[in-house]
C-alpha cells in the first residue's frame, strides 16, 4: 500500500499478459480446428483422386469425351471442385437447415430480421476451410493446363474469371430455387441431396452426354454453364466472348431464383398469417 | 458423515443389493494450451475419475426409492451400473438374483429403464405402435397385454394421446407414454432417471401419483434419481443421498431431517411496532418483511423461545417448523465434503 | 417352437414399425433413391458416348445399358446405412435403452433395412419395367432360373453389406471417426464393387483385387448374374463361394466388434 507504482506500467504488464493469454487460448483452439482441417483435406484429396481414377479409366476406352481430351476433362474436374467448395464453405451451411426451420417455425425468426432473408439464409453461416477445396480445385486446373502444354492468354484467363463469378451466381441460383421449394413442400428434408444428386452431372463435359440430357443440362437446369463454360473459356475452346454470354445466363437465372424465392416467402408468410 | 436408518426386516430378501459398489474412469488429462495440445497427442496421461466409491445399500422388493445428489455426483453413473450398461470397478451387485452386467435376456425381462433425457418412443409414430412393438419384444400374451394396457392407459389418462404421433405430445404426455411402453411387461424394478425432469408442474404430480399408485397395486420396487425435491417429498420414504461418488445418507427422509436439522423455524405473524432488533434477541432472523417474520432456533430451544416469544412481543400468529428440505440436503452435501477433507 | 414363433413376431411388429417410420419420410427416401438413379444414370451416359462407335471392352451400348439398370436395382436392394445411424446411437446415448430391452439392437437395424429395401427396390423395378416399354436396350430375357440365382446373390450382397456398414458404424465404440472410414469404403467401392463400369472394363491390377477382396461379392456378381455377364457353372459356383466366404469373415467380423466394443461401452459409458 505505501508503494508507488506508475499507473501506466502496470497497464501495459497486464496488456502483455492478457495478449499473450489470448494467444495462447488461439494457438490452442487453432490446434483443435486443425485436425478438423486436415482431416477435410485428406478427404477432399480422396474424392479428387477417386474423381481422377474415373476419368482415367473412361480414357482407357477412348481418346476423347464428347470431343475433349482427357486433360482438359481434368481442368473441368478443376472447375467442378473449386465451386463445390464454395457450395460447401458458403452455401451448404446456411441453406441446408432451411427446411426444418421451415418446418418447426423459426424460420419467423429469420424473417423478423431487418435483412432480406434471402441473403441472410444464404450467407449466414461460413464454413471457412472448406474454401480450400476451392484452392485446391484451381490448382489441379492449373496443373491440367501445364500438362496440355497451354499458357491461356489474358484475355482468356479474364473470360474465365468472369464465366467462373457467372458460374457461382447460377450454381447459388439453382440453390434460392430449391430453398423455394422448401416452402411448398415442406417435408423436403433433404434439399442438398437433390441439387447433390444433379450436379454430379456437371462433372462432365455436356458434349459426353446424349441430346436429351445436354438440353436438360444447358436450357432446364444449367448446369453446363457452371463448369463447361468456365472451363472452355480457359481452355480456349470456346472464344472468350463467352464470358458475357456466361454473365447474361447468370442474371437470367439469378433473376428467376429471385422472383421463385418472393413467390414463395409471399405465399408462406400468407399462410403463417 | 455416513449413516443408515435400516427400516427394511431382515426377514425379507432384498431385491436390489449392492456391496461397496465403485466405479472408475480414466479420463485422458489435456492441459490448457498449446503445449498440453501436443503433448496429449504425443503421450497421453490419464487420471482417475472415482464417479462413485464404495457405495452400499440394500432394497427390498416395493420400495420407492429416490437417490437424491447434485449433478455429477454419480447418480446415472449407480443406476447404470444397477441396470447392466456399465460394469462395476469394484464392488459387487446383485439384481432381483442376477448381476446385471451379464444378466442378459433374463435379466432384462425383470427391469425396466425410463431415462427422462432420452426416449424410446418412434418419435414418428403413435405411442400405441411402440407399445405394440414392446408387446412383441417381451414375448407379452394378447390377454396379459390388452389388460395391462387398459389399465395403464386408465391410471395415466392416455386414452387421447395414444392415436397421434409422438412428436405432437406434449413433454408430459410423452413421459407417461414412456412410462406405459416400460410396464407392459409387468417389471419386477422400474428405474427411472430423472423421470420429471422439464415437465410442468400438472404433469410432475400426475406422474408422481400413478408411480405411488402403481407401486401399490402391483408391489414393483421402484429406483429414481432426481434433483427435484418434490419427487422425494411425494414419493419416496427412502433416500440415498449421493455427492462425489459418495452415499452420504440412507434412510429415511424424516429421520434425515431430523438428524441434520439443528435448527428449526418460528415463523411469526407480529403485531404492530416489532423491529427486526427486538425480534433478534430471541434468536437469527431469518427474513423480516413486517408482519411476517422468520425466526430461526437451536431445534431443543425451539418450544421455549417461542413462549418467550409470545410473552415478549405481541404475536398474532405462530407456528413452527422444519426448514426447508432443501437446505436439509445442502447441508448434508456440505457436511459430506467436509468429512472427505 | 414357441420361440421361433416369438422371433416370427418379433420381426413382424419390428418390420412394420420400420416401414411406417418409412412412409412418414418418404419424400427424404424419394430423393435418396433420386441419387440411386442418377448416379448410374450418368455414368450411363459417359459410357453411352464411349461406346457410339461401337463396342467397349465387350459391351455394347445396349449391354452397357442393361448393365447399369441392372446396377440399379441391386444397388438399392443391397445398400446400407446403418453405420450413420449407429455411429450416432453410440455417440448421443440412444443405445442405452436399447441395451436395456432383452432384444439385441442388430434386430432392428436388419427389420429396418429390410422394410427400406422392399420398398425402394419395388419403385427401381417398376421403373425398370416402365423404361424397357419404351426402351428395348433394357429388356432382359425371362429366365426364371437366372432370376432365382441373382435374387440369391443379392440376399447374400446385402447381408453382406449389412455387416460391412454395421460393423464400421461399431468403430463409433472406439473413435469419432467412423464415418470417415465408411466414406472410405464408399470411395473404394466406386471402382471395384462396380459402380462406375463393369468390371472388366478395369484395368486388370484393380479387377483382380476386387475379385480377390469382397467388393466384387458387393454389386458386381449379382448384376452380372442378373445381365447374364457371368455364365457356365464354374463361374458361377465360384462368385457364389467368394461370397459366402466374405459373408462368413464379415459376420466374424461384427461379432467381434460389437462384443469388444459392448465391453468398452460398459467401462466407460455413452
Known amino acids: 500500500m505505501t508503494e508507488v507504482r506508475l499507473p501506466t506500467f502496470r497497464v501495459q504488464r497486464s496488456a502483455f499478459r492478457i495478449l499473450a493469454a489470448l494467444w495462447r487460448l488461439n494457438f490452442a483452439e487453432e490446434l483443435q480446428y486443425r485436425a478438423n482441417f486436415v482431416a477435410s483435406l485428406v478427404g477432399t484429396a480422396f474424392w479428387i483422386a477417386t474423381a481422377l481414377l474415373t476419368l482415367a479409366l473412361f480414357f482407357r476406352h477412348t481418346t476423347l469425351l464428347g470431343g475433349w481430351s482427357y486433360w482438359e476433362v481434368v481442368v473441368l474436374l478443376g472447375v467442378f471442385n473449386a465451386l463445390t467448395g464454395v457450395i460447401e464453405a458458403v452455401l451448404r451451411p446456411g441453406i441446408g437447415q432451411l427446411a426444418s426451420e421451415v418446418r418447426s417455425g423459426r424460420l419467423d425468426l429469420v424473417l423478423s430480421r431487418p435483412v432480406d432473408a434471402q441473403a441472410f439464409v444464404s450467407f449466414r453461416k461460413l464454413d471457412v476451410w472448406r474454401l480450400t477445396d476451392v484452392a485446391l480445385g484451381l490448382g489441379l486446373a492449373g496443373y491440367a493446363l501445364a500438362r496440355l502444354g497451354q499458357m491461356p492468354s489474358a484475355l482468356q484467363l479474364a473470360a474465365f474469371v468472369v464465366a467462373l463469378a457467372s458460374a457461382a451466381v447460377v450454381v447459388y441460383a439453382i440453390w434460392v430455387a430449391l430453398m423455394s421449394l422448401a416452402f411448398w413442400f415442406v417435408a423436403v428434408e433433404n434439399l442438398s441431396v437433390l441439387f447433390d444428386a444433379v450436379y454430379e452431372g456437371a462433372r462432365y463435359p455436356v458434349s459426353a452426354y446424349p441430346g436429351a440430357l445436354r438440353f436438360l443440362f444447358v436450357y432446364l437446369l444449367p448446369i453446363a454453364w457452371t463448369t463447361t463454360i468456365p472451363a472452355s473459356a480457359l481452355t480456349g475452346r470456346l472464344r472468350p466472348e463467352i464470358g458475357l454470354v456466361a454473365v447474361a445466363v447468370a442474371v437470367v437465372a439469378f433473376a428467376l431464383a429471385r422472383v421463385l424465392w418472393s413467390q414463395a416467402l409471399k405465399r408462406y408468410t400468407g399462410v403463417s398469417g | 458423515m455416513r449413516c443408515v436408518d435400516a427400516i427394511d426386516s431382515p426377514l425379507v430378501a432384498p431385491v436390489i443389493l449392492a456391496e461397496k459398489l465403485s466405479k472408475t474412469f480414466r479420463v485422458k488429462v489435456r492441459e490448457p494450451g498449446l503445449a498440453g495440445a501436443v503433448s496429449a497427442l504425443v503421450r497421453p496421461r490419464y487420471r482417475d475419475v472415482h464417479a462413485v466409491r464404495d457405495v452400499s445399500f440394500a432394497i427390498a422388493p416395493g420400495e420407492i426409492v429416490a437417490f437424491l445428489g447434485p449433478n455429477g455426483a454419480g447418480k446415472t453413473t449407480t443406476l447404470k451400473m444397477l441396470t447392466g450398461l456399465l460394469y462395476p470397478s469394484g464392488g459387487r451387485v446383485e439384481v432381483t438374483g442376477f448381476t446385471p452386467w451379464t444378466g442378459g435376456s433374463p435379466f432384462k425381462r425383470r427391469i425396466a429403464l425410463v431415462l427422462g433425457n432420452r426416449q424410446q418412443l418412434a418419435w414418428d409414430l403413435p405411442a400405441e405402435e411402440t407399445f405394440q412393438l414392446n408387446r412383441a419384444i417381451y414375448d407379452i400374451p394378447d390377454a396379459a397385454y390388452r389388460e395391462r394396457l387398459a389399465e395403464l392407459v386408465a391410471l395415466l389418462g392416455l386414452a387421447e394421446v395414444l392415436d397421434k404421433p409422438v412428436r405432437q405430445l406434449s413433454l408430459g404426455e410423452r413421459m407417461k407414454c414412456e412410462l406405459a411402453a416400460a410396464l407392459l411387461h409387468r417389471p419386477a424394478i422400474l428405474f427411472l432417471d430423472e423421470p420429471t425432469l422439464g415437465l410442468d408442474v400438472t404433469a410432475q404430480d400426475a406422474i408422481r401419483r400413478f408411480l405411488a399408485e402403481y407401486r401399490d397395486r402391483h408391489g414393483a420396487t421402484i429406483l429414481l434419481t432426481s434433483h427435484y425435491m418434490q419427487d422425494v417429498t411425494a414419493l419416496a420414504l427412502r433416500v440415498l443421498i449421493i455427492n462425489r461418488g459418495r452415499l452420504l445418507y440412507d434412510g429415511l427422509l424424516g429421520a434425515l431431517v431430523a438428524r441434520i436439522a439443528r435448527v428449526k423455524r418460528i415463523e411469526l405473524v407480529l403485531g404492530v411496532g416489532v423491529t427486526a432488533e427486538a425480534l433478534g434477541r430471541f434468536g437469527t432472523v431469518r427474513s423480516f418483511r413486517s408482519p411476517n417474520a422468520v425466526l430461526e432456533v437451536p431445534r431443543e430451544e425451539a418450544a421455549a423461545t417461542s413462549a418467550r416469544v409470545l410473552a415478549a412481543l405481541p404475536v398474532a400468529d405462530l407456528s413452527i417448523q422444519d426448514p426447508p428440505i432443501e437446505e436439509v440436503i445442502r447441508q448434508a452435501f456440505a457436511e459430506g465434503s467436509e468429512a472427505e477433507t | ?270
Open chain 3, 1 to 270: 417352437m414357441t420361440r421361433a414363433r416369438g422371433w416370427v413376431g418379433t420381426y413382424a411388429a419390428l418390420i412394420r414399425n420400420a416401414w411406417l417410420v418409412d412412409l412418414q419420410y418418404r419424400a427424404a427416401i424419394g430423393l435418396w433413391l433420386l441419387w440411386g438413379i442418377t448416379e448410374p444414370a450418368i455414368a450411363l451416359g459417359i459410357w453411352w458416348a464411349i461406346a457410339s462407335g461401337g463396342p467397349v471392352g465387350g459391351y455394347a451400348r445396349a449391354d452397357f445399358a442393361r448393365y447399369f439398370f441392372a446396377l440399379m436395382l441391386v444397388n438399392q436392394l443391397t445398400i446400407a446405412w446403418d453405420s450413420w445411424y449407429l455411429d450416432r446411437w453410440i455417440r448421443e446415448g440412444d443405445l442405452n435403452f436399447r441395451l436395456a430391452r432383452p432384444l439385441n439392437p442388430i434386430h432392428e437395424s436388419i427389420a429396418d433395412n429390410i422394410a427400406y429395401k422392399a420398398r425402394s427396390g419395388g419403385v427401381i423395378l417398376v421403373l425398370w419395367l416402365l423404361v424397357a416399354l419404351v426402351w428395348p436396350a433394357v429388356r432382359l430375357s425371362f429366365d426364371p432360373a437366372r432370376w432365382a440365382l441373382t435374387a440369391l446373390a443379392v440376399l447374400l450382397a446385402g447381408a453382406m453389406r449389412f455387416f460391412i456398414s454395421f460393423t464400421t458404424g461399431l468403430l463409433a465404440f472406439w473413435t469419432t471417426r467412423a464415418s470417415a472410414v465408411m466414406e472410405l469404403h464408399a470411395g473404394l467401392a466406386l471402382f471395384l464393387a462396380g459402380r462406375v463400369a463393369p468390371l472388366s472394363l478395369l484395368p486388370p491390377a484393380l479387377a483382380s483385387v476386387a475379385g480377390v477382396l469382397w467388393f466384387r461379392g458387393m454389386i458386381s456378381f449379382p448384376v452380372e448374374l442378373l445381365t447374364g455377364a457371368v455364365h457356365g457353372a464354374s463361374q458361377i459356383q465360384r462368385g457364389f463361394a467368394e461370397q459366402m466366404v466374405w459373408l462368413g469373415l464379415w459376420f466374424a467380423a461384427y461379432r467381434l466388434a460389437w462384443s469388444r466394443g459392448v465391453r468398452q461401452y460398459g467401462a466407460v459409458g455413452g
